[in-house]
T-cell receptor, first 107, second 115 residues
């Protein structure tokens, strides 16, 4: 069975400080991993996916198969980054989500 | 960009009644739509995969007779919660695939409260 773990439910970071949201996964095959973000009162939206290796809004995430991790990082946090972040794994024709991390940026 | 419209955004109903939630892809055709449920402070849980023109595929533990899914067209999937009970109160979210693997767009969700 596939599983996604986000160990931090809440994370507070000062503006300008680096941000790292942790995500670990369990999957027997070759995973496709994503980060989704939900801003206050908005719908869930895709932030980035590992296969495209892109950087969105300054966020990056590297797939580490050895550590089975896909941590989300940003070098300098901005106030508008405050949101709920979900890590997700696509496998067996379905998406499995982590429990999410609420990121709060302190001005 | 691709937009998925979910309606209603919130609904309150009495125990024993049925509630229908609609999920529409506005500017693309979605052969596959997904229905998720989220309990407070928990993760999104996949309930079922809705395939246009065929029966939905339900996840283990999800009652197919209680959560009726219909995907009659390439732009519309509906989830009907039949004989709702207070324990069905939850946040329901749909998403649609444009066909590209992992290319999902989510609706804004429906907050169901059964009283």
């Amino acid at each position: 069975a596939q599983r996604v773990t986000q160990p931090e439910k809440l994370l507070s970071v000062f503006k300008g400080a680096p941000v790292e949201l942790k995500c670990n996964y369990s999957y027997s095959g070759s995973p496709e991993l994503f980060w989704y973000v939900q801003y206050s009162r908005q719908r869930l939206q895709l932030l980035l996916r590992h296969i495209s290796r892109e950087s969105i809004k300054g966020f990056t995430a590297d797939l580490n198969k050895g550590e089975t991790s896909f941590h989300l990082k940003k070098p300098f946090a901005q106030e508008e980054d405050s949101a709920m972040y979900y890590c997700a794994l696509f496998g067996n024709e379905k998406l499995t989500f982590g429990t999410g991390t609420r990121l709060t940026i302190i001005p | 960009g691709a937009v998925v419209s979910q309606h209603p955004s919130w609904v309150i109903c009495k125990s024993g009644t049925s509630v229908k939630i609609e999920c529409r892809s506005l500017d693309f055709q979605a052969t596959t739509m997904f229905w998720y449920r989220q309990f407070p402070k928990q993760s999104l849980m996949l309930m079922a995969t809705s395939n246009e023109g065929s029966k939905a595929t339900y996840e283990q533990g999800v009652e197919k007779d209680k959560f009726l899914i219909n995907h009659a067209s390439l732009t519309l999937s509906t989830l009907t919660v039949t004989s709702a009970h207070p324990e069905d109160s939850s946040f329901y979210i749909c998403s649609a695939s444009q066909g590209a693997r992992g290319g999902y767009t989510f609706g804004s969700g429906t907050r169901l409260t059964v009283v």
